[in-house]
């Protein structure tokens, strides 16, 4: 049970974070610093958000005496179905975010932190009163609070930033959406296949990594079409 949280906190807290790093360091039209901010911003909205609110729908929803047992609390509660879609809604905005307005973003972000913070409340308390120390009583915290810290804190530092050509950068940000969509994707698909396979961990690498890959080879692909065009007229 705990590799199950460990794992958890890895793909959707820390493997963003290193897809991020990988894209950066790969992508040599991302050299400024909005351009890199953006790209962590995309990938925690798409995954830490996206995924993992996805992710746990599916647990509440379909799994919720798993869960509860995991968390330390009594199997059977209606509550499960109402957190699931609460994680729904946080899956579906994640997804979303990544192609919308600063506006849009803003209010998943929000709605993140007070869940998070709320949910980390909640599993404080529990430990306090009855020390509870189910591995999803204890490390989920760690993801319930750095992912908005990091957009959060992300967010504020790009607001300060400025873009040279607005245009050129909302093309370059459309041109990344495959990549990090399918990659969060991938990671979503990869972790209940490695849960059901008992090999967890790595395939939910390989998910996150397969993800990404086709998701370069989709831009690729828009790329050549869309340099045949320009050279065609």
């Known amino acids: 049970m705990n590799e199950l ?5 890895f793909a959707y807290s820390v493997f963003p974070l290193l897809l991020a790093g990988a894209h950066i360091l790969l992508d040599r039209n991302t050299q400024t610093t909005a351009h890199r901010i953006e790209l962590v911003v995309m990938y ?32 059977g509660s209606p509550f499960q ?16 975010a990544i192609s919308r307005s600063q ?48 957009l959060i804190t992300l967010t504020l530092w790009a607001s300060k930033l400025s873009v040279e050509n607005e245009s050129a950068f909302a093309h370059w940000q459309s041109q990344q959406e495959p990549i990090i969509g399918l990659a969060a994707a991938g990671i979503g698909i990869g972790f209940g296949m490695g849960y059901a396979m008992n090999a967890l961990l790595l395939v939910t ?23 045949f065009s320009i050279e065609s007229t």
């Open 5 to 9: 949280f460990i794992v958890r906190i």
């Open 44 to 75: 925690l909205l798409a995954i830490s958000v996206g995924a993992n609110g996805l992710g746990g729908a599916f647990g509440h929803l379909f799994l919720s005496d798993l869960v509860a047992e995991g968390v330390g609390w009594g199997t």
């Open 81 to 96: 179905l109402e957190m699931g879609f609460a994680n729904l809604a946080l899956g579906v905005l994640g997804i979303m």
């Open 103 to 150: 506006d849009f973003r803003l209010a998943t972000i929000i709605a993140t932190t007070v869940i998070g913070g709320g949910a980390t409340l909640v599993h404080l308390m529990d430990i306090a009163s009855h020390g509870n120390l189910a591995p999803g009583n204890t490390i989920q915290n760690i993801g319930n609070l750095l992912d908005p810290i990091l």
């Open 205 to 227: 690498i390989l998910g996150g990594l397969v993800g990404a890959g086709i998701g370069i080879m989709i831009r690729s692909s828009q790329a050549q079409h869309s340099n």
